[in-house]
């Protein structure tokens, strides 16, 4: 999984472009796609598709696959990354990409701009990179789902995200402003801030830490937990002010594992402030303290979401322990 380059998004032609889509289009049912399948698709002849495919291969955007009974090919994350780019080109919601300003467990952030010049964050979601293959190790989600792989997965974890961040910033939460997502890409706005993980002292810690410990139950109380409530999920402005990002763990409080994932939120927060700021406190939230008063939950599960997609959304919460650094 490199890192994004988009000098050859200028120079792909319209063709190159509908070979991409074909490969997109026949990884629903094909791990590996023919070429016969994508010339057909794509309605070119067969030279010609030829000719295309060993360009986007050269430029990385597709890999060539081959075994006993299939050759074929299969669209990788730089593919995948132009088609989202020529989507929000084409909404006219992008017009340039800048530097990359974040990495990730499973995503990279870049900071892009629309054709106004205002600028934007886009987080590019690429599961598969650490983390999640355990996941892929550990639970035999071929079972029910034929072809699923880490694109669709990267896709859902973007839609997931959206939905979370739009309605949560409807809802006057501390979240970025969600601006438009595209296959696994999420456009929202520029925090002017850093990551909690990179601060190393607070103006106030108890302060800071009651406020957070709040938006936990908040949350709760709207129906959510944030899944993977740490340091690095949390952003801190220069008066200390907390937004928050990072949702495609989200969970409902009516989860069969609803309590744990509660609990291990505010744990991690607890030991990260003992551990760098030194400021422990007896008072913390527990499940029982959550008083629900809105279902924001069952709102976004009612959004858009299929009920196969709720069944794979369960690979994207986090398996593993808080990190602390």
Not at 10 to 34: C, Q, W
Not at 241 to 249: N, R
């Amino acid at each position: 999984m490199g890192k994004l380059n988009v000098v050859v998004l200028r120079y792909l032609s319209r063709d190159d472009f509908r070979v991409l889509t074909a490969v997109e289009m026949g990884m629903k049912n094909h791990e590996i796609v023919p070429v016969s399948l994508l010339a057909s698709i794509a309605s070119l002849k067969h030279g010609g598709c030829n000719k295309i495919l060993r360009e986007l291969v050269k430029h990385k955007l597709l890999s060539y696959e081959h075994t006993k009974t299939v050759h074929g090919y299969r669209l990788n994350y730089g593919g995948y990354d132009y088609l989202a780019l020529k989507t929000f080109c084409a909404r006219e919601v992008l017009l340039s990409v800048g530097n990359q300003m974040g990495v990730g467990k499973e995503s990279d952030i870049y900071i892009v701009a629309n054709p106004e010049g205002e600028q934007y964050a886009m987080k590019l979601h690429r599961l598969g990179r650490t983390s999640f293959r355990n996941i892929k190790n550990q639970r035999d989600y071929h079972k029910n789902r034929k072809n699923i792989s880490w694109l669709y997965l990267s896709r859902l974890s973007a839609m997931k995200e959206y939905a979370y961040m739009k309605v949560l910033y409807e809802r006057g939460f501390p979240v970025p402003r969600p601006v438009d997502y595209n296959r696994h890409a999420v456009v929202m706005e520029l925090i002017n801030g850093y990551p909690m993980c990179q601060i190393r002292e607070l103006q106030d810690p108890p302060g800071l830490y009651s406020e957070i410990m709040e938006l936990i139950v908040k949350l709760a109380n709207h129906g959510l937990i944030h899944g993977d409530f740490n340091e690095f999920n949390l952003m801190l402005d220069d008066t200390d002010h907390v937004t928050m990002i990072d949702f495609p763990q989200m969970v409902s409080t009516s989860h069969f594992n609803a309590e744990w994932y509660f609990d291990r939120d505010v744990k991690c927060i607890r030991d990260y402030f003992a551990k760098r700021y030194h400021y422990e406190s007896e008072l913390y939230p527990t499940f029982k303290d959550i008083r629900r008063s809105c279902c924001l939950d069952v709102e976004i599960s009612a959004s858009g979401f299929t009920k196969e997609m709720e069944r794979d959304g369960e690979l994207l919460h986090p398996v593993e322990g808080c990190n602390t650094v």
